[in-house]
């Protein structure tokens, strides 16, 4: 399924939260992303983003890195979810 948002906080399958769409947003970052370069989310880490790859369909365009952090830390993304 289509990502519908990133959630702001970690939160359990059985609460209601907020999440974003759109604009600056911190994202846990797997991979080497690189600043003014499409992302798209992990296929192997949940809740992560990737550098963008266009091998298929299946690809998901989730925003543009703004700011670079290490694997496993959180960079800046600006979303652009639909």
Avoid at 10 to 24: C, E, H, I, L, R
Avoid at 37 to 50: F, Q, R, W, Y
Avoid at 66 to 79: G, K, N
Wanted: proline fraction near 5%.
């Amino acid at each position: 399924a289509p990502s519908v948002g990133i959630a702001t906080h970690a939160m359990a399958a059985n609460y209601y939260g907020w999440v974003q769409t759109k604009g600056p947003c911190a994202c846990l970052t797997e991979g080497t992303v690189v600043a003014g370069k499409s992302v798209m989310p992990s296929a192997t880490t949940d809740g992560a983003i990737t550098p963008f790859t266009a091998t298929g369909e299946d690809e998901e365009y989730v925003g543009i890195c703004v700011e670079v952090a290490a694997t496993t830390e959180y960079s800046l993304i600006d979303l652009r979810l639909k």
